[in-house]
């Protein structure tokens, strides 16, 4: 009779085409049309049933969102649904290359407390890591509607190396700006 | 159909009645009540005019005192009289000395790990000490409503993790307070100014109140209230700008001797009143004489200033990080609300204008604010704006991790996603032959468990050996909307199961709950037996209120004629238990009427979601593709 939503994969939950490329803005929207359906305020004063199956159905929307809008999530996301598990933690193939570049910004980044502005050193690396997500990001998308799954897996995995990498950055300027104030 | 017809005479749905229902603010200095009356949200005052109810109780030789005049014998009877309890809410023993509050009570060295306060009343915790100061509350509402409440809307700082957030439920069912939701004090400020105004966009919420400092970073759209991020310090207020003037003074009188509690009061009192003048005057003299002390100078604007700076300046780092976490820039933000006494400090108004590089809002009283949006979202919650398209979404403030090998913290749900949220996580055995695995579970963004606050323990036991790797263990981490968490694990192999509510260790148990509630309790059994009647045929009423609506909307469209007739008849059987006397006949009788309509509901639900997506225009589609 009705399909139940729990069911359906995030993007047809979102009612938006299955791509790597999705408009933010209606997700965001569509996000909203859906939580004012099913939020447990909604529900305050109903059966203990309906106040389980809206929890469980706004959980699942926000599981949704969260992979929508984040493209690495997103993308695993993807490619879970291709039927590719990313087993992350036993596959650490790597171009060489890219290594490389990782070790060089590593050793960058542990000298940059002794630069004269370690802030602005600090936003300078931002900047360049949000560029290469972006330029990972797009080659994903036409690894992607290509079917090449593999270079798309590949892909993936370096953008996880760039999170940690701005995972680190943010620690640490919250660190440099401890010690400011 | 002949389901519909059935209706007993003086059963026709009664015209839309307004549910009475409050908005609490529990704060750590002050408390307040407030309810929208004829369309409009206000504070309620007690019969002295007072809307501010300090969060003050004292046990006297003669019953419980709360409010002013607790206030009013702090000075006299320190150890009786307990002030900024909040602090204490969901804390363990072992927190104590971490909180920085030269605390006047003496603490009962007990079994249990919830500390407790000795007074003369015996040994009180922080949930029964806040629940007394809610029932205070709850009477004033009462007695200027005329009603019973159908419940209330609690506030509590962003910040509060889960114990914190379990203890003030614990207060409120202590006090016999239903609880329709506990809200963010942030969110709360933004419901009062949002309504108000019809504000878009990014806004941060400013609220440094006596004991805590919040700060939120919330996105306001088409009457959906999105928290972005928060941040703050559940131990930094206005009470320690009170501290660091006292210290101050404490300092200049060139007294050796360790400061008896009285003295202290004494102190911070004088403190808060000076700080108080100098948000109208530039200078003021102060005086403070007790027993064998005795100071008497001035005390100027700038030199508070300084005395109170490095306490500011910790809550705009905290605005800072939460701006990141927001990923919004200081350009973005369009208003920051400013909530809390503690932001009539111009000091505070001054630094944070100067961080955000605009005027902070302040045409709401900040003492009130909060209870005002409480209310605004308990009117909703009650179901008096059926049509209101309000909706709250908020997020969990800190990080949930569970303990792995190594004593890390491995992070399940992170903090500032949207709840209510579940996530799962698969572990494995690692010694041949494990039957048994430990889960505990921690909060904190450390990355060592012992940096980060425990929550719970529990074992998944009995499962049967298997080679190290081998057993599947799926822990599955449930918050809800008012972020509380479940924890429950299983071995998938096996399907053994084991589940705790995460009411930490420094929570009430349900039973120890319910032990004082019938201690509290002076009703006559035939009291409460005629009480719970009552409670289960206004509940039985609901029922089938509820289901007749809802059978008029969808029932023929959703349900095949079987299923109809199964549900008819334990409709049928619930008006006729409802006629008798016996709640639990009664009770069982709801309950099948909501077996029977389970499949139902499941129904319902789903197809109230395909509503919801439904009439998305072509056009929208459209132009989509032409990205």
């Known amino acids: ?181 | 159909m002949a389901l519909l017809q059935i209706s007993e005479p003086g059963q026709t749905t009664a015209p839309h009645q307004h549910k009475l229902a409050v908005g609490i603010d529990l704060g750590t200095t002050n408390s307040l009540v407030a309810s929208v009356r004829s369309g409009e949200a206000q504070t309620l005052a007690d019969i002295n005019g007072d809307h501010i109810l300090p969060s003050v109780v004292r046990y006297a030789e003669q019953g419980i005192e709360v409010g002013q005049a607790a206030i009013e014998h702090a000075v006299i009877d320190p150890s009786n009289t307990i002030v900024s309890i909040k602090r204490l809410m969901g804390r363990a023993a072992t927190d104590l000395k971490s909180l920085r509050q030269s605390s006047p009570y003496e603490f009962s060295i007990s079994e249990s790990v919830v500390p407790k306060i000795k007074t003369r009343a015996g040994d009180v915790s922080a949930v029964e000490v806040s629940s007394e100061i809610l029932k205070s509350l709850k009477t004033r509402a009462i007695e200027t409503l005329g009603d019973e409440l159908v419940g209330a809307v609690i506030t509590v700082p962003a910040y509060f993790d889960d114990a914190q957030r379990q203890a003030t439920k614990d207060a409120a069912r202590l006090a016999e307070l239903n609880v329709l939701r506990l809200l963010n004090e942030p969110t709360a400020a933004a419901v009062a100014y949002g309504l108000d105004t019809g504000q878009e966009g990014v806004i941060a919420i400013y609220d440094l109140g006596g004991g805590t400092f919040d700060v939120s970073i919330l996105r306001l759209k088409q009457g959906v209230f999105e928290v972005l991020a928060t941040g703050g310090d559940s131990a930094l207020g206005g009470d320690d700008f009170d501290h660091a003037i006292a210290d101050w003074m404490l300092q200049q009188s060139g007294c050796k001797k360790i400061p008896t509690p009285s003295l202290v009061r004494l102190l911070m009192r004088e403190a808060r009143s000076a700080k108080e003048q100098l948000a109208s005057v530039t200078e003021v003299n102060v005086k403070v004489e007790l027993d064998d002390f005795a100071w008497q100078g001035e005390l100027t604007r700038s030199q508070m200033q300084a005395l109170i700076e490095p306490l500011i300046k910790k809550t705009i780092m905290a605005c800072r990080r939460s701006l990141r976490d927001a990923d919004v820039a200081v350009e973005d933000v369009l208003e920051v609300v400013m909530v809390g006494g503690s932001t009539r400090t111009l000091a505070v108004r001054e630094m944070v204008g100067e961080f955000f590089r605009r005027e902070p809002l302040v045409s709401i009283d900040p003492d009130k604010v909060v209870a005002i949006g409480a209310a605004l979202q308990a009117d909703v919650l009650a179901g008096n704006k059926p049509d209101d398209e309000m909706l709250l979404l908020d997020v969990i403030p800190l990080s949930l991790g569970i303990e792995t090998m190594g004593g890390l913290a491995e992070k399940i749900i992170y903090r500032n996603t949207p709840i209510p949220v579940a996530k799962a996580q698969d572990f494995t055995t690692y010694k041949d032959g494990q039957t048994a695995m430990a889960v505990h579970v921690v909060q904190g963004e450390r990355e060592l468990v012992d940096d980060c606050r425990s929550l719970a323990r529990f074992d998944l036991r009995g499962f049967p050996p298997h080679v190290a790797g081998a057993a599947r263990i799926r822990v599955t981490y449930q918050v809800d909307a008012d972020g509380l968490l479940t924890v429950s694990a299983c071995e998938e192999n096996s399907g053994v199961e084991a589940s705790v509510d995460v009411k930490p260790s420094y929570g009430l148990t349900d039973s120890e709950i319910e032990t004082m509630l019938r201690d509290s309790m002076d009703h006559a059994e035939d009291d409460m037996h005629s009480r719970m009647l009552r409670e289960q045929q206004v509940e039985a009423d609901r029922v089938v209120e509820a289901l007749d609506a809802a059978l008029q909307v969808d029932g023929d469209e959703l349900l095949s004629e079987d299923e109809k007739a199964n549900i008819a008849q334990a409709r049928n059987q619930l008006i006729e238990a409802k006629a008798g006397d016996d709640s639990e006949i009664i009770k069982a009788a709801i309950k099948q009427v909501e077996d029977a309509c389970a499949d139902y509901v499941a129904r319902r639900m789903n197809s109230n979601i395909r509503n919801a997506m439904q009439g998305h225009s072509v056009e929208e589609y459209a132009g989509n593709e032409q990205e």
Do not use: C
Request: no cysteine; proline share 2%.
């Open chain 1, 1 to 181: 009779m009705t399909t139940d939503i729990l069911t359906q994969n995030f993007f047809e939950l979102f009612d938006v085409p299955v791509s790597f490329e999705v408009d933010l803005d209606l997700v965001q929207q569509r996000y909203r049309e859906l939580q004012k359906a099913v939020h447990p305020d909604k529900f305050v004063s109903a059966s203990d049933q309906e106040k389980r199956i809206s929890m469980q159905q706004t959980s699942w929307i926000n599981e949704a969102f969260n992979a929508l809008r984040q493209p690495v999530e997103r993308a695993i996301y993807l490619l879970k649904l291709k039927g590719v598990d990313l087993n992350l933690e036993n596959e650490t193939t790597m171009d060489a290359m890219f290594l490389m570049e990782q070790m060089e910004m590593r050793e960058a980044l542990s000298d940059v407390q002794s630069k004269d502005d370690p802030l602005a050193a600090l936003d300078d690396f931002s900047v360049q890591i949000k560029n290469k997500m972006q330029a990972m990001a797009a080659n994903f998308s036409i690894a992607y509607e290509d079917d090449q799954l593999d270079d798309a897996k590949e892909l993936i995995r370096k953008m996880q190396f760039m999170q940690k990498a701005r995972k680190e950055v943010d620690e640490l300027t919250a660190k440099i700006e401890d010690e400011l104030f």
